[in-house]
């Protein structure tokens, strides 16, 4: 296709357009009545062919106006490359002994191990007997009438399928995805080449492209930046950003050769979904089986990242126990070569959770190791201990809880935080029983304000802050008149300026509605609450059924304070298990202001997580406020007792301590999802800004950059925290993947915070061999997701011949269009000049003006 049109550009604008017209027309009746004129001084000839050139460059200076544009259209051809992903992370290393028997014949007639044309046929009748759990029929009924010579011929048969199947054993999932693209009997790889450009990428937590000749060689010795110890399928796919449009050769499809485990933390159905917008699929090839193998492992440990003194952390762990039903398993805690506790239980097929208490009577960080003994016939023997660490603080976080009367949700938080031997409670509680026998109630009935604080050398005191010392004020359903507006500057104070964390708890009578004050409403992570009141209307069914239930959001599940269990999806469920709450207050988000968890209506109503908030979170200043919309967290006591009631108000204040004491200032606080992480473990850096900050420099941009503590002076690796779309005061970034060692990481700001002193951030990472290890399956769901939202398809090795009729062409044939503009290229203004020179002169050789 090669097509040629002008166009022109100034006709777009109509009064322009009519403008020029009518300057042309009016030049066109001047040089009309000059030219009558100039008849009577020159011949006719010389007369006609002045007003032709006058003419002749009106026209032009018409077209100039108009702005004509030379536009054509041509083809262009283009041929697209194939990405060819092979996975080798740890759990490709499995030998799938477990798999059944169709599965193995499967697998060994898609890598030329058995069959022909000659016996395809009967090789089908093995595959649908072993798929109806029947003996496969060895012998077929015309070969033989020999008794004899049959139960030999079956016997013959049986044994070889037999010692293909030990071949198969013997192969690990890397070794499966070789042969699948190399095997010479079909060379899947060299079909693919023929079609057009391949890449070969190997990935596991990182990606890197190599050659046809190293998937020749073993796949165990891969460079160290592909962290085999860890899994992120998004890796295989992130070559793709603009490559269809700046590559010569764009990407028209992705080949993954994997067992679909993914252990990144990250979605790669999101990255598929983008793909499928550019259209370009992705075929998944999943290698290994989805049946569970034996084996016994250590999938889970759920733990603090960091206690206090003699605090008596708990260790979470949860046993993979797949194929030993009914037997004996031992668990052994160890700190170094020490044997701290031995704790055993009878396999029933499922996982089981296991709890230690750890030691916390040293300070520092202090390493430990989970272990189960190995037994006979394991699919793999590497996943049966885990190292992990914890960093012991002394210190306590100090609560001020504040109260107007002994309510349901006092009583029960008063125990909670009482009970609780890393926790300075300090309690007011204005209005209590006293009957005058003491000298003075039994709580404090009276805040602490305007304490003096005596200076050295007996010079004049000063006032100090009264809640300099709290890390975290919880108010509750307290009167205007005892929390005047005076009173809630210094809790502004303490929030905003000494970075400390507040928690205001809703109430029937006055929190908030009953307050008229600007800075509470200042602080407020939300405007305009409303009662919504369910008491009456479900109030006869039963206790555990009645109200709204809690759900999590993607943020809430993300926050350490919000999680009951370590396994994200045992998480989501205990909240949605918790009891419902009968009374809340709803209210619109203030900007910056982030949703934990959303009620859920009894009557099914769709939830909106914007207006339905019961547990929100703000940053204010240097400091934060979650406010609880419920007056009834007790409920959650329901039949379970002090578990998640007293473990979440616990975590609350050892998390506000540890914002209180986070690396940061007034406009900024920096810190990780996680401090302590196994290598190859990816670690969330954030920056928190304040509202004030931002509306200030809306376009500050923060940097990350990385150090080995050893050597303070030697960068790493530096990355930018990328601005997140929902939450508009947080930057973040996933950190590489870092070997193990103690590291530094330093925060940095443009513009650079005026006066700031330096924030930095510890990290420490330690070896882990078993973060891949803890599920073996292969997971055909994820690979299914990802295929269907690319516009790919789920393949098995028995079904990648399909691949050649399901690949796109790779020539691409686009059309592309160029243009010329006429009315300022140089040769119109050459042929105006000329005209005009020329009429300049006729009219100056023959007299004329």
């Known amino acids: 296709m090669n097509e040629r049109h002008f166009q022109f550009n100034g006709l777009e604008w109509s009064g322009w357009t009519i403008l020029s017209v009518c300057a042309v027309v ?5 040089i009309v009545m000059l030219f009558r004129y100039e008849r009577r001084l020159v011949s006719s000839s010389i007369g006609n062919i002045l007003i032709t050139l006058r003419i002749a460059a009106l026209i032009l200076i018409l077209l100039t106006f108009l702005e004509p544009v030379l536009t054509w259209s041509f083809n262009v051809n283009k041929t697209g490359r194939l990405i060819v992903a092979v996975d080798v992370s740890d759990s490709m290393n499995t030998q ?32 649908a007997a072993y798929a109806a759990d029947q003996e496969p029929p060895w012998v077929d009924g015309e070969e033989t009438a020999n008794p004899e010579k049959r139960e030999e011929l079956a016997a013959s048969r049986k044994k070889n399928l037999a010692a293909i199947f030990a071949d198969i054993d013997q192969l690990s999932r890397k070794e499966i995805a070789q042969k699948l693209l190399l095997n010479p009997a079909n060379p899947i790889l060299e079909k693919l080449q023929e079609r057009g450009q391949v890449d070969v990428v190997l990935f596991a937590g990182d990606a890197v492209t190599t050659e046809k000749t190293t998937l020749e060689k073993s796949l165990n010795e891969v460079p160290d930046q592909v962290h085999m110890e860890l899994s992120n399928l998004s890796q295989a796919l992130k070559n793709t950003g603009g490559s269809n449009e700046t590559s010569e050769a764009p990407i028209s499809g992705y080949i993954l050769l994997t067992d679909g485990r993914d252990n990144s933390q990250l979605n790669p159905v999101t990255m598929a979904k983008q793909l499928g ?8 090839v999943m290698v290994g089986t989805d049946h569970q193998p034996k084996d016994i492992s250590i999938a889970d440990l759920d733990y603090p990242q960091t206690a206090f003194k003699d605090d008596r952390p708990l260790l979470q762990a949860r046993i993979g126990t797949n194929g030993y039903d009914g037997q004996e398993i031992s668990v052994t805690l160890k700190q170094g070569d020490q044997e701290l506790a031995v704790k055993s239980f009878t396999s029933s097929g499922v996982s089981k959770l296991l709890e230690f208490e750890l030691d916390s009577g040293k300070l520092g960080r202090q390493e430990f190791t989970l272990e189960t003994e190995v037994l006979p016939g394991e699919t793999r023997d590497d996943n049966n201990n885990k190292n992990f660490a914890i960093n012991i603080v002394d210190d306590k976080s100090h609560v001020l809880l504040v109260e107007e009367t002994a309510r349901w949700e006092y009583r029960f938080l008063h125990h909670a935080l009482e009970r609780d031997k890393r926790i300075a409670l300090e309690q007011v509680l204005f209005e209590q029983p006293y009957m005058g026998l003491l000298p003075q109630p039994f709580f404090p009935n009276q805040l602490k304000i305007n304490v003096p604080v005596a200076k050295p050398n007996d010079e004049p005191g000063t006032q100090a802050h009264p809640f300099a010392d709290q890390d975290l004020i919880i108010i509750g359903d307290v009167s205007p008149a005892h929390l005047e507006e005076e009173n809630w500057k210094y809790i502004q104070t303490f929030v905003g300026d000494q970075g400390g964390t507040l928690v205001l708890l809703a109430g029937k009578k006055f929190m ?9 409403n200042e602080l407020l992570p939300l405007k305009s609450p409303k009662v919504i009141n369910w008491n009456q209307t479900n109030f006869k069914v039963p206790p555990g059924e009645r109200g709204m239930r809690l759900r999590l959001t993607p943020e809430g599940e993300a926050e350490p304070l919000m999680q009951f269990d370590a396994n994200a999806e045992i998480n989501r469920d205990i909240w949605q298990e918790l009891p419902g709450h009968l009374w809340y207050l709803q209210g619109e988000l203030k900007p910056g202001a982030t949703v934990l968890a959303y009620g859920v209506s009894p009557f099914n109503a769709p939830p909106n997580e914007k207006t339905d908030g019961v547990i929100i979170h703000r940053q204010y200043g240097s400091g934060q406020v979650i406010w609880v919309g419920i007056d009834s967290t007790w409920r959650w006591r329901f039949r379970v007792g002090d578990r998640y009631h007293h473990r979440f108000w616990g975590q609350l204040a050892r998390w506000a301590a540890k914002n209180k004491a986070a690396a940061g200032n007034e406009f900024v606080k920096f810190s990780l999802s996680k401090t302590d992480i196994d290598a190859g473990e990816i670690t969330t850096a954030s920056a928190r800004w304040t509202q004030e900050y931002r509306d200030q420099f809306p376009d500050v941009k923060s940097t990350v950059s990385i150090f080995k503590a050893s050597e303070p002076d030697k960068v790493l690796a530096s990355l930018e925290l990328l601005n997140q779309k929902n939450q508009p005061l947080l930057q973040e970034a996933n950190l590489p993947a870092l070997p193990e060692g103690e590291y530094q990481l330093k925060l940095q700001t443009t513009p650079p915070i005026a006066g700031a002193k330096e924030i930095t951030t510890p990290l420490f990472v330690h070896t882990i061999k078993t973060i891949e ?7 055909p769901q994820l690979l299914t997701e990802m295929a269907e939202s690319s516009g790919g398809q789920l393949l098995t090795p028995q079904t990648i ?10 020539k691409q044939e686009t059309t ?6 006429v009315w300022d290229h140089w040769f119109f203004l050459i042929l105006i000049m000329g005209i005009l020179t020329v009429e300049w002169a006729l009219r100056k050789l023959n007299g004329l003006p």
């Open 26 to 30: 009016a030049a066109l009746v001047s």
């Open 512 to 520: 908030p509605l009953g307050h008229h004050s600007p800075t509470l």
């Open 277 to 284: 917008q550019m259209k370009v699929p992705i075929y998944p």
């Open 773 to 779: 290890l803890g599920n073996l399956t292969s997971n």
């Open 816 to 821: 592309k269009q160029d243009e010329i503009s």
């Open 96 to 127: 799938d002994r477990h798999a059944s028997d169709l599965e193995k014949l499967r697998l060994a007639r898609a890598l030329k191990m058995i069959g022909n044309d000659q016996v395809n046929s009967r090789l089908d009748r093995w595959e």
């Open 801 to 810: 011949n399909e691949l050649m009729e399901l690949l796109p062409s790779l």
